[in-house]
């Protein structure tokens, strides 16, 4: 199983919204996550708008072409975009770069 964090950087005129949205997240939404290989999937966000993104998984590049592949995600990237800082033309899910991990204690 990988275990998978990323880094993104949510708006500070955002952050209310962004996490009244993640309140409510659309149940299509979900299902199409836990169908694609996304399992133990959290989000954390600072209150400078820091968002640490963490999942486990069995093939992330799988996981995310899974996604890629619903109607529902591209939905969901498409309101999801303007909350966030620096993503050069990319939906947020392609911003998604993973960190090294460097030490996990099991």
Do not use: I
Request: overall charge negative; some cysteine.
């Amino acid at each position: 199983m990988q275990r998978v964090c990323f880094l993104l950087k949510v708006r500070a005129d955002r952050l209310d919204e962004y996490r009244e949205r993640h309140t409510t997240v659309w149940p299509e939404m979900r299902e199409a996550l836990s169908a694609t290989g996304w399992h133990n999937y959290s989000l954390f966000l600072r209150e400078d708008g820091l968002l640490v993104g963490y999942l486990e998984t069995e093939d992330f590049a799988a996981a995310q072409a899974g996604m890629e592949a619903t109607g529902v995600n591209a939905r969901w990237q498409a309101e999801m975009a303007p909350f966030f800082e620096a993503l050069d033309g990319a939906r947020p899910d392609e911003a998604m770069k993973p960190l090294t991990e460097v030490f996990h204690l099991a």
